[in-house]
């Protein structure tokens, strides 16, 4: 074999190995890349389920809080009303004050519904007392009257007979 094809051989043998060593190295490198990717995807996603789970318990907050403000805007509304001089609107009020405390979504502020009935019955039943009291001096007062005027009474005749 001549020594210049012999040359290009030992070249192209060298390329060749050079090219081989290249690739298996490029090769390497690409498993690498596509090792750190692939961690790099599972970070992405573990942070994505994390983030879509705040959003879920932030989104669950939200709607309790949201309940419970209406709630309490009920409230409000039926103990303003229980406490209105206009007996229909009073007694709408108690109603919806009576629901309300019947109700499981007001278990932690129950302290407030029992507290709304008892102001709204006490002012009638206090006027109820004064007005049974009132009444109870008037039949008083009216009894003993007419005590003095039976006494009047049977003093005159009394009189009239010894006259007579």
Do not use: C
């Not at 990717?37 to 907050?61: F, G, H, I, P, Y």
């Not at 419970?68 to 109603?95: C, F, N, T, Y």
């Not at 407030?112 to 009935?117: E, G, I, P, R, S």
């Amino acid at each position: 074999m001549p020594l210049a094809t012999l040359g290009a051989a030992v070249i192209a043998a060298t390329v060749a190995g050079i090219s081989v060593y290249f690739v298996r190295k490029n090769g390497n490198e690409a498993n690498r890349v596509a090792g750190r990717a692939a961690a790099a995807a599972k970070v992405s996603a573990d942070a994505a389920k994390q983030s879509a789970d705040t959003m879920v318990t932030s989104a669950r907050q939200l709607d309790e809080r949201t309940k419970h403000q209406g709630i309490m805007l009920d409230l409000h509304w039926a103990a303003d009303h229980a406490m209105s001089k206009d007996p229909v609107e009073a007694r709408l009020g108690v109603a919806q004050l009576v629901k309300l405390g019947r109700s499981d979504l007001l278990a932690s502020e129950q302290a407030y519904v029992d507290a709304a009935l008892i102001a709204a019955v006490r002012g009638p039943k206090q006027q109820v007392e004064q007005i049974a009291a009132q009444l109870a001096r008037e039949v008083e007062q009216a009894l003993a009257a007419a005590k003095a005027r039976d006494v009047e009474s049977q003093q005159k005749q009394s009189e009239q007979a010894k006259e007579e």
